[in-house]
């Protein structure tokens, strides 16, 4: 009695039985919470999301690629490893083939420069009715913030506390005290601000790592761009353009209250209002 018919049939069964095993672990891959943030920042702003969701999209489609290819690779490694010292057979021009392989590289960069620019125009568009709008001056070595009626809001070089905390509270109330290092830019969460960017004298860098978002703050250039805090909380930012000596000092936080709590905020602080904190020496 031979084998042969047998073999057909249990083909066909391991073929069926890897194909349960790979939904199987599909469904539990799938299956989690919320996808991978991949060592990134989820974005606390809506502008940020944007950025975070391109940029899971792009390494998610960069796995499947490198996955692919990896198992392409081990494929030809071991059908074709070699058996005998005679020379394999040889093939070329497969048109078929050749086609898939230039075309399916430019379908996907395609696919992702399309995502990319929509992102872009997301993250750039600026709304031409703010809800607020906060002049920031960056300068060596400290950052300027000015509100409506004249309010603002100025430290330099400074680890002094946040002048307002998580809870509403300023000085050295503010806790924790890693939260509330440098001066504070203070926004309404859930409501969109428009923030003008400049610079008093060199380059400086303006940088969120929770946004995001990075924005040159240039002399004699203005930078326009909002942000829609999605949730209330404290995100530490600093300048990241090399500007002189105490570069490494100019840390600020932007401070995301409920729209209620920032308006109470706004209304307790004096017109013209220079908060100074301690100066480098």
Not at 13 to 33: D, F, H, I, M, Y
Not at 92 to 100: D, F, G, N, P, R
Not at 114 to 143: H, M
Not at 147 to 157: L, Q
């Amino acid at each position: 009695m031979t084998d042969e018919p047998l073999r057909p049939a249990l083909t066909g069964r391991r073929r069926r039985g890897a194909l349960v095993l790979v939904g199987v672990a599909l469904s539990l891959l799938l299956g989690g919470c919320q996808v991978p943030d991949f060592f990134g920042f989820r974005g606390a702003t809506k502008q940020g999301h944007d950025e975070f969701l391109l940029y899971v999209g792009t390494f998610i489609a960069a796995l499947v690629v490198g996955g692919f290819v990896g198992l392409l690779i081990l494929f030809a490694v071991v059908r074709y490893r070699r058996r005998n010292e005679e020379m394999p057979k040889q093939f070329q021009y497969h048109i078929a083939l050749e086609l898939t392989y230039t075309v399916v590289p430019i379908i996907i960069v395609l696919i992702l420069f399309g995502f990319t620019v929509i992102t872009e125009n997301r993250v750039d568009a600026v709304t031409p009715k703010p809800n607020l709008t906060v002049d920031v001056y960056a300068f060596q070595w400290g950052w300027e913030f000015d509100y409506p009626n004249h309010v603002v809001v100025r430290a330099e070089t400074t680890t002094d506390p946040d002048p307002v905390g998580p809870e509403g509270l300023s000085g050295p109330q503010c806790s924790p005290a890693a939260w509330c290092l440098g001066p504070g830019l203070i926004l309404p969460s859930g409501e969109t601000t428009q923030i003008n960017l400049r610079s008093r004298d060199v380059v400086h860098g303006f940088f969120v790592p929770e946004f995001n978002f990075s924005r040159y703050a240039q002399p004699g250039v203005l930078n326009q761009f909002d942000f829609t805090v999605i949730k209330p909380g404290v995100f530490r930012a600093q300048c990241t353009q090399f500007c002189g000596l105490y570069h490494s000092l100019m840390l600020f936080h932007v401070v995301a209250m409920p729209p209620t709590q920032f308006q109470t905020w706004l209304t307790a602080q004096e017109p013209t209002t220079s908060l100074n904190t301690k100066a480098a020496p």
